[in-house]
């Protein structure tokens, strides 16, 4: 038996210090590395396995979204005013523009188009947001545009033609400012309106009736889900969810009459207001000057639409619903005030004079004469300014304020379009304080008497007060939807005493027949009633006066209302004015 040398035996246990910590360093190494794997197993498949899963879905998956047809608007006859066209346009796949091939794409897509890179590539990064959608490009396109992208079709991947649904409206100009238009939503816009379902490229109503009914109009998106290879190409339709178009409108429009007020007013600034008195249902409404609301349907506005829309007489404006002085249509409230307050008796005369000094201001007589003595139906008929001054100047401010409120004025009718209506404005004394620094005095009321002053009023609003006579008494609420015609609910009384209602239908009839409106004494037509007005205005240096003139018909039994602005005409209301209404009332009597 072999004895191992001494050296041997020793060499063997030489190393034992530090063998049992190696080993545990060993073990809780690879237990942490095993802790910190299956930590971030459960963090990828538990807390972001369901992004990760609608990633890798959407490599798979893509969605080829079909656009709503907005609902199609028609008069109250049933004719078409707003429908729907198809062009075709260009869409890309979102990251389009980080592809290989984008480096041929790009300028070939560009050049076609006539859209710089720049702006193609914008397009693409804003679709992040929605990375599995069709993102289009431009829409419009002609034949040229169509040939070109299909005979370049080999070096133009990814990229797709289709037919979209887009607004078209048949009357473009004379409608405008009724039904408004369409257009894709702004960055800004899409940030706001992400909540209630739209998306980028979508297109909303920016104005008139698309605005106030787009959630009626708009519809609900459909469209494809697509499975696709590696590769990009479709595969198989995984599921299909079909679009709904909006619903129809019908408008309380009367199309041979808003066309007839367009041309009535021809290429003067201003508006024309016409109206069922019993109602307020909106027969015609006219702005000067218009624009074509199919430009908005281009993808890129040139600067000569540009300049159809934003010029300096401010075409997008609806100057139906925006406030001016009334003149002397507002002699109605004030007659109104005087009889109700119980401070005039019906028979009242007074003298009218050339001038008069009140408050030590001299106030004028807009013939520079007076007409002598008038009562209330003579001063309306001559539209006499002496005879108004004195009855403010004992109503009181208080009184003639309270009764100018009662006729809606200084508030919104409740008009269709809440976000585009003008209150006009009602001055009293606070509001007098806050903006001049000094109290309402007489002087205010009288001046606010003949519709003068700070008092403003929109062509709309004026229509609702020559609603009041027409219709023995009742406020109406101006409204454009054909939807219930039953008067009683559109209306509600002011509680007028008879005696009121005579003296203002007796003096609005004398208007035409002896006054200021003789214009509209036509045998062809049945009577009609109205009230001229002359509002003083500045545009400049130069005093360019606004011309008013309200009027229904037949007198007896009012069935249109019709009240005509002319701004800055610089002629009197039933010189310019009043010959409008005229053409307006023969096309609609003509026709039965």
Do not use: C
Request: net charge positive; glycine share 10%.
């Amino acid at each position: 038996m072999a004895i191992l040398p001494p050296l041997l035996s020793s060499q063997k246990n030489t190393r034992t210090v530090g063998r049992g910590v190696q080993s545990t360093f060993v073990i809780l190494f690879t237990l942490l590395m095993l802790s910190g794997i299956s930590a971030r197993l459960v963090y990828l498949q538990i807390v972001e396995g369901k992004n990760h899963r609608i990633r890798a879905e959407s490599n798979r998956v893509r969605i080829i979204p079909k656009q709503p047809e907005r609902g199609n608007i028609f008069d109250r006859n049933g004719k078409l005013l707003a429908s729907t066209r198809y062009p075709r346009s260009v869409y890309l796949w979102p990251m389009a523009h980080e592809n290989p091939t984008w480096t041929i794409v790009g300028p070939r897509l560009s050049k076609i188009l006539d859209i710089p890179q720049e702006e193609i590539e914008k397009i693409l990064k804003q679709s992040t947001v929605n990375p599995s959608s069709l993102i289009r490009i431009a829409r419009n396109l002609n034949e040229a545009q169509v040939t070109a992208l299909r005979e370049y079709e080999s070096e133009l991947p990814g990229v797709e033609i289709n037919t979209e649904a887009v607004r078209y409206y048949t009357y473009g100009r004379e409608l405008a400012h009724i039904l408004g238009y369409t257009r894709e939503l702004t960055a800004e816009q899409l940030e706001e309106k992400k909540t209630e379902g739209y998306r980028l490229g979508d297109v909303t109503g920016q104005m008139g009736v698309e605005k106030a009914y787009e959630k009626v109009l708009r519809g609900e998106w459909g469209g494809q889900q697509i499975e696709v290879d590696g590769s990009g190409r479709p595969l198989r339709v995984l599921g299909t969810k079909q679009a709904k178009s909006g619903n129809d409108l019908r408008l309380t429009i009367d199309l041979n009459i808003q066309i007839a007020a367009e041309k009535a007013l021809g290429n003067r600034n201003g508006a024309i207001v016409a109206m069922d008195p019993k109602n307020g249902a909106i027969l015609a409404m006219v702005s000067h000057p218009t624009f074509d609301p199919n430009i908005f349907s281009k993808q890129k506005l040139s600067q000569k639409d540009w300049e159809t829309v934003q010029g300096s007489r401010y075409p997008l404006v609806n100057r139906a619903i925006s406030a001016f002085p009334p003149a002397s249509t507002f002699k109605i409230v004030t007659t109104t005030a005087a009889l109700e307050s119980g401070k005039f008796s019906p028979d009242t005369v007074l003298q009218t004079y050339g001038s008069l000094t009140i408050g030590g201001t001299r106030f004028g007589e807009w013939n520079h004469a007076g007409f002598g003595p008038l009562g209330f139906v003579g001063a309306m008929q001559w539209s006499s300014d002496t005879f108004f001054y004195q009855i403010a100047k004992k109503v009181g401010g208080p009184t003639l304020i309270e009764w100018t409120r009662k006729y809606g004025f200084g508030q919104k009718t409740g008009f269709d379009f809440t976000t585009e209506e003008a209150k006009g404005l009602v001055p009293d004394d606070n509001w007098k304080r806050k903006a001049w620094k000094i109290p309402w005095s007489v002087g205010d009321t009288v001046n606010m008497s003949i519709g003068q002053g700070a008092l403003q009023t929109t062509p709309l609003q004026v229509a609702v007060m020559f609603a009041v006579p027409a219709n023995s008494g009742y406020l109406v609420q101006p409204h454009l939807l054909k939807d219930n015609e039953e008067a009683k609910s559109w209306r509600e009384s002011l509680n007028l005493k008879p005696i009121t209602i005579k003296i203002l239908r007796d003096g609005l009839r004398k208007v035409i027949t002896e006054g200021t409106g003789k214009v509209l004494n036509v045998p062809s037509l049945p009577p009609i009633a109205g009230k001229s007005g002359t509002a003083e205005a500045w545009r400049g240096r130069a005093k360019e006066n606004h011309a008013w003139f309200g009027a229904y018909a037949p007198a007896d039994k009012p069935e249109i209302l019709v009240v005509a602005f002319a701004e800055h005409s610089g002629g009197g209301g039933g010189s310019v004015a009043a010959p409008m209404i005229l053409e307006i009332m023969q096309k609609h009597f003509s026709r039965k």
